[in-house]
């Protein structure tokens, strides 16, 4: 009678780790012409003091974290996916990071991280579980958890909702679609995303719903506006959704482990990715 409730999830990710994976985006992205880019690679200009002075004068300009972290990219990649970025307008060089998968940017940020300053991350962790700190534990973020999409694994899912939602000119809203989120979704960030798991989470709930699909009164399918589906979900869609958007948007599990020094328990600490702290000599 269950039988099929048994059958095997496909497959939307491999697991791998920043050490395996390297200087290469964790998601298979499409080129212009629509077909997979096989050449993942990227690397980095140098960090010199001339692009230090640049970068702090982006930071006090950037409207927010999203956009400081397009325009360090702008900035800084040299080679990407087997072409020279620099050699780039400057719009294109924009927009394609804006419309690249929210976690192929996410973990080109991490790596350069490790490239610029290494792979020890310091942070004060206090315990989950009997609540004493661990002053000073050090993350070693070439152990960090990534998951990787290659051509086999599914990009865009459909959910049907467990609560169908009735919209006033009495459609139905049975399903929605979504997809990876862009980075450019990050130019909705507030200050305070980087180390906000929940404001993260709102802002990829919207950014990757991409159809709702909707049956009028004669069974004819339709799609409908998503702004309106969304105010109108109910609790336990939006619960599963943003489980579901999350582990499909793949890339660097943004949660390092570590084990109590007080009382030998296992947490994942939230990764703050904030520039000031991430890039600064306090998290060294
Ligand atoms: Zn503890």
Redesign the pocket.
């Known amino acids: 009678m269950t039988e099929e409730k048994s059958i095997e999830k496909p497959k939307i990710y491999r697991v791998a780790t920043l050490d395996e994976l390297g200087a290469n985006l964790p998601i298979l992205r499409n080129g212009r012409d629509g077909q997979p880019v096989q050449d993942r690679s990227f690397s980095f200009l140098d960090w010199d003091m001339e692009v230090e002075e640049k970068i702090s004068k982006i930071q006090s300009n950037a409207k927010n974290v999203g956009s400081l972290v397009s325009q360090m990219m702008c900035l800084l990649l040299d080679r990407f996916c087997g072409e020279s970025f620099q050699e780039l307008s400057k719009e294109d060089q924009i927009l394609t990071v804006n419309q690249l998968e929210f976690t192929n940017v996410m973990y080109m940020y991490i790596f350069l991280r490790t490239e610029e300053l290494g792979y020890d991350l310091k942070m004060d962790v206090t315990?989950p579980?009997?609540?004493?700190l661990?002053k000073g534990f050090v993350a070693d973020l070439r152990t960090l958890e990534v998951h990787v999409k290659e051509e086999e694994h599914e990009r865009q899912h459909t959910y049907e909702l467990m609560k169908p939602i009735l919209m006033d000119n009495g459609d139905v809203v049975s399903s929605v679609t979504y997809d990876i989120s862009k980075w450019d979704t990050m130019e909705r960030a507030t200050p305070d995303v980087a180390e906000n798991a929940g404001k993260m989470k709102q802002i990829l709930f919207r950014s990757s719903i991409a159809n709702a699909h909707a049956e009028d009164d004669g069974g004819k399918e339709k799609n409908y506006p998503i702004d309106l589906v969304i105010k109108k979900m109910k609790k336990i869609d939006i619960e599963k959704i943003s489980s579901a958007i999350t582990e499909n948007n793949a890339g660097p599990l943004m949660a390092m482990k570590g084990e109590?020094?007080?009382?030998?328990?296992e947490?994942f600490r939230l990764l703050d990715w904030s520039y000031n702290f991430f890039f600064d000599s306090s998290s060294l």
């Open positions: 315990c579980h009997c609540k004493k661990n109590c020094i007080h009382c030998k328990s947490w």
